[in-house]
């Protein structure tokens, strides 16, 4: 029997489901710009080779970040469909739907993402 979501989880749901394909084109983008980077490495003088180092360095940073919020909006994605969004995976309580709504990925309610953070 599949699980009926509610009219919040619908449009959590929605949200999530905009949310990835705009970080995926965004992963993309930056794929393109890191592989133009990479290809055109071995030109130009030793401050050109530093920057671009720089720039690779910080472009695979991003990327990092961008992956593990993709992941995360996956999870989401699976809690939703399993009937288990919302709920903290520390303590078991509802999320507050301003949370979700902020951060519509949050496992975990703000009493205990200040306990992780400590």
Do not use: W
């Amino acid at each position: 029997m599949d699980y009926e979501m509610t009219p919040f989880e619908k449009e959590m749901e929605q949200n999530l489901i905009e949310m990835r394909e705009s970080l995926l084109s965004k992963i993309s983008k930056s794929d393109t710009d890191f592989k133009n980077l990479v290809g055109s490495g071995g030109t130009g003088d030793s401050v050109d080779i530093a920057s671009d180092d720089l720039a690779t360095k910080k472009m695979e940073a991003i990327g990092k970040l961008d992956v593990g919020k993709l992941n995360a909006i996956n999870q989401a994605l699976v809690r939703i469909r399993n009937g288990k969004y919302g709920v903290c995976a520390m303590c078991g309580k509802k999320i507050p739907e301003d949370r979700l709504r902020a951060i519509p990925y949050a496992l975990l309610c703000m009493p205990c993402k200040r306990k992780s953070e400590h």
